[in-house]
Structure formats: structure tokens, C-alpha cells
Nanobody
Framework: QVQLVESGGGLVQAGGSLRLSCAAS????????MGWFRQAPGKEREFVST????????YYADSVKGRFTISRDNAKNTVYLQMNSLKPEDTAVYYC???????????????????WGQGTQVTVSS
């Protein structure tokens, strides 16, 4: 059974930085796409970024391009989301997600991801 465990959330002032981690276990991840999504109170879950585990594409939402960087450590089965220049509107619960296969056109769609972590809260104060 695939398990995803996020860590690294917290409270930070606007302009600050945080790094989220997602530790994956229970699967062979070479064929997986690993994504980060977020959900603010009263809003739908939205795509943040995705990385193909075995190389290939990296994708970002327009709202985070140039500020967030996704990366992976294959030896540790861990995916990271470095978040810089944080804004109050980045406040949300951040979720790690994983899926196998599928079209690149659907990488931003939460329902296409089979596995999810429990989420980690990120709060950016103004």
C-alpha cells in the first residue's frame, strides 16, 4: 500500500520561505507522477506542482511559477516543494499526491491522483 507523508508546514511571514517534504513508501515510484496540491478554507483543492519521478516534466501552476520549486530525491523516495516569496494567499493545507500513468493534460486534476497524504498546514501572515 502506497503511503505519502508530508512534513515541513508551519507559520511564516509574507516574503518568507518554507520547504515541504513528501516521503513515499510502499510502491515502486519510477513510473509515478508526484504532485502537490493545496486547499484553502472554503475553496476547492487546486494544483500547485507536479514532477515525473523518472525524469521528464515538471509543471507549475501559474500562481507559483518563479516562487516554488519542486524536486525529488530518488534515493530517499522523497519529493520536496521549496516555497519562496510566500504570500498570504498561499495559506492552505498542502497535500502530496501520486498517480501512475495518465495524460499530461490531466496532471492538474486532483481526481486523477490515486494516493494522497494527510496534508500539512501552511500559514503565511501579512
Amino acid at each position: 500500500q502506497v503511503q505519502l507523508v508530508e512534513s515541513g508546514g508551519g507559520l511564516v511571514q509574507a516574503g518568507g520561505s518554507l520547504r515541504l517534504s513528501c516521503a513515499a513508501s510502499g510502491g515502486t515510484f519510477s513510473s509515478y507522477a508526484m504532485g502537490w496540491f493545496r486547499q484553502a478554507p472554503g475553496k476547492e483543492r487546486e494544483f500547485v506542482s507536479t514532477i515525473m519521478w523518472s525524469g521528464g516534466g515538471i509543471y507549475y501552476a501559474d500562481s507559483v511559477k518563479g516562487r516554488f520549486t519542486i524536486s525529488r530525491d530518488n534515493a530517499k523516495n522523497t519529493v520536496y516543494l521549496q516555497m519562496n516569496s510566500l504570500k498570504p494567499e498561499d495559506t492552505a493545507v498542502y497535500y502530496c499526491a501520486a498517480r501512475i500513468g495518465g495524460s499530461t493534460m490531466s496532471l492538474t486534476v486532483p481526481i486523477t491522483y490515486k494516493y494522497w497524504g494527510q496534508g500539512t498546514q501552511v500559514t503565511v501572515s501579512s
